[in-house]
């Protein structure tokens, strides 16, 4: 669950543990992404913008484990977010009849093309997690002061 009484510890060692894996095997395949892009017509593609949408999704659920713990949101949540928002901006591989492919595949030559998607990924990530951590914090606030006076 995402909001309960404890943190996902869990979820968040499998998000990070699935970001680290996903760099790596970018990283690691290098310009054959695209071509296994090209030889699957595609389909690789559908899986690099779900990778991409991650980011936002990750920063909402972290700013909301603040209902929980701010201390675990602000140093397990959010950098997992700030994670996933830097490996997964997506360029096109000029080699393999222009596909999409991460950035992190073509590393040294994507650089340049990927900074300005790097920066407005962090940046709505960022907002996102601020605007959910304020809501956690309140939402945590009112529960305390509910509680606190008997009425709950």
Do not use: H, N
């Not at 928002?85 to 360029?91: D, H, N, Q």
């Not at 650089?111 to 304020?134: C, G, M, R, V």
């Amino acid at each position: 669950m995402i909001v309960g009484k404890k943190p996902p510890y869990l979820l968040f060692v499998t998000l990070y543990t699935i970001g680290v894996a996903y760099a790596v095997a970018m990283l690691g395949f290098g310009d054959a992404v695209g071509l296994l892009t090209v030889i699957t017509f595609g389909v690789l593609v559908f899986v690099y913008y779900f990778f991409l949408a991650l980011a936002p999704i990750i920063a909402t659920i972290a700013g909301l484990q603040a209902i929980r713990s701010g201390w675990f949101a602000c140093l397990v949540g959010y950098p997992c977010a700030l994670m996933f928002a830097f490996i997964t901006p997506v360029v096109s591989d000029q080699k393999s009849l222009g596909v999409p492919v991460p950035w992190l595949a073509r590393f040294p030559d994507s650089q340049a093309d990927a900074l300005p998607q790097t920066q407005l990924s962090l940046e709505i990530s960022t907002a996102l997690f601020a605007i959910t951590l304020a809501i956690g914090f309140i939402v945590r606030w009112r529960r305390a002061k509910r509680e606190g006076s008997g009425e709950g």
